[in-house]
């Protein structure tokens, strides 16, 4: 047991239970993602332990969570399609947070699981792309103002050599990842597909 496990010892997320973020009786829950997505896919459906993971990730900070979500990864790479994309060896590149926000929060969720996911597979971290707009929030828009809310909100820094992985926490619309996926094509890569924790 490490230093920080004393001090903040680890209880799960969804029953209270002390030993782990995520308790064998509460993974029993977790439902796997069966809506499909162009140009991506989602791993787990976004509701009980997994939802609260993710909003305790986006605003709080959850100490030596690394471990545990690489098998809660593990546990959610089922598609064959995303398998195959894997072999690839990809980039991956974590959804970029506009500056502002990421100040404002002091880390980029997207890059945490996107760190994991990286060392889980043995692939290579990119920072190719970056936010340029600050948005409204996209939970608060309909789908038309949705797409154009993001639309131009990136530019590619240099254009990565390979297939390139975007990483974020939840797909809501898509429109984000979409929007992100089309600004890297513009630059010349070729297969970009997109992975998020939740939907």
């Known amino acids: 047991m490490g230093f920080w496990d004393l001090v903040y010892p680890k209880k799960c997320l969804g029953c209270g239970k002390a030993g782990k973020y995520f308790c064998d009786d509460c993974l029993k829950t977790v439902k796997l993602n069966d809506q499909a997505a162009l140009n991506g896919t989602s791993l787990f459906q976004y509701q009980g332990i997994i939802k609260v ?10 100490r030596n969570i690394e471990g545990e979500l690489g098998e809660l990864i593990d546990r959610g790479i089922v598609e064959e399609e995303l398998k195959e994309f894997l072999e690839l ?10 500056w502002r926000r990421k100040n404002w929060r002091g880390f980029n969720q997207a890059e945490v699981i996107a760190k994991v996911l990286a060392k889980k ?5 990119v920072d190719c792309l970056e936010r340029i707009k600050q948005t409204k929030p996209q939970a608060e828009l309909k789908r038309k103002e949705r797409l154009a809310n993001v639309k131009n909100i990136f530019k590619v820094r240099s254009k990565p050599a390979g297939a390139v992985l975007i990483v974020d926490d939840v797909w809501t619309t898509g429109a984000t990842m979409e929007e992100a996926i089309k600004t890297l094509r513009r630059a010349g890569v070729k297969q970009v597909w997109g992975l998020t924790l939740a939907r």
């Open 121 to 125: 597979f043995n692939l290579n971290l």
């Open 89 to 98: 060896k990809p980039w991956v590149q974590p959804m970029p947070l506009y």
């Open 53 to 62: 993971a993710i909003q305790a990730l986006k605003y709080q900070f959850l």
